[in-house]
């Protein structure tokens, strides 16, 4: 399996499960990338291959 550049760059966490310890240029990064994520859900065409080959699982621990 390849390995694809992300688009935070290298010194942003593989994993990110709580913002504390970010810096507040990571946090603008991550600002910034869900800036473009808005831009391409206003798209017509949505399609992506962005999470190919990937599996992606949301958790609830606790009732909504």
Known sequence: M???ALPLGQNFPRHLLTCEGLTAAQ???LLDLADKAA???RQIIKKRDVLR???LI???FEAS
Do not use: K, Y
């Open 2 to 4: 390849s390995t694809r």
């Open 27 to 29: 946090i603008n990064d």
């Open 39 to 41: 831009d391409a859900n």
């Open 53 to 55: 080959g990937r599996t």
């Open 58 to 60: 949301n958790l609830f």
